[in-house]
């Protein structure tokens, strides 16, 4: 049982390159969730998707865009990636509310 | 402002010990609570959720929760050097039809053999 998948594990991009994170789930859940991981900020969310069909804004969604492509999938785009937003991103996805979110590996971008 | 707050440590705990991590959250109409543990590196893992108040075993794991103090609180028993590790709580927002969960910024443990 694969659970939640992340790729890339590991990214390196250029100021101003754009790249697409993946993650798919096969837990059957509804929700997901990206997550940027910060020394000192502690998981922060970007977006999430409540049910297939509908996105919706965290508390630090600038510069990032989302796709909930299907049930099982949500990706994560940056447009022009900039400095700050190097981080270690995770995907999390859950059944329904109340329930414990599953984590992925996490993918680990550095923007130079 | 709904905020999750723990301790930052190190709390450093000799092996054998109970260690004992601790969480206050500022949203009263909270109704489902979770401990993470996250390793070094790693993603974090579920420990355990608690729903009602009083306590939840799992085998070395408790946790208790005190709804009318607005705390959760894990305590580990016969602490291995293997649970040392970053301890996240995690709280869920209340109305729970938003679907989002506010963290703490976590408690670091450090087991000492």
């Known amino acids: 049982n694969a659970g939640v998948t992340q790729t890339p594990k590991f990214q390196v991009l250029k100021t101003g390159q754009s790249m697409t994170l993946q993650c798919a789930q096969d837990m059957n859940h509804n929700s997901m969730y990206w997550y940027r991981q910060d020394p000192g900020m502690g998981l922060r969310l970007i977006y999430y998707?409540?049910?297939?069909?509908?996105?919706d804004k965290g508390e630090v969604p600038n510069g990032y865009n989302v796709s909930r492509l299907n049930k099982r999938e949500f990706s994560l785009r940056l447009e022009s990636a900039a400095p700050s937003q190097t981080s270690v991103y995770f995907c999390?996805?859950?059944?329904?509310?109340?329930?414990?979110?599953?984590f992925g590996d996490g993918t680990r971008l550095s923007i130079l | 402002q709904k905020e999750v707050e723990q301790n930052s440590g190190p709390l450093s705990v000799p092996e054998g010990a109970i260690a004992s991590l601790n969480c206050t959250y500022s949203?009263?109409?909270?109704?489902?609570f979770f401990w993470y543990r996250q390793y070094s590196g790693k993603s974090p893992e579920l420990i355990m959720f608690?729903?009602s108040n009083g306590d939840k075993e799992d085998g070395r794991f408790t946790a208790q929760l005190n709804k009318a103090s607005q705390y959760v609180s894990l305590l580990i028993r016969d602490s291995q050097p293997s649970d040392s590790a970053t301890y996240l709580c995690a709280v869920e927002e209340n109305p729970g039809n938003n679907r989002k969960l506010i963290w703490g910024l976590g408690t670091s443990l450090a087991v000492n053999p």
């Open positions: 949203d009263r109409g909270s109704q489902s």
């Open positions: 608690i729903y």
């Open positions: 998707s409540a049910s297939e069909g509908t996105t």
């Open positions: 999390a996805s859950r059944e329904n509310s109340n329930q414990p979110q599953h």
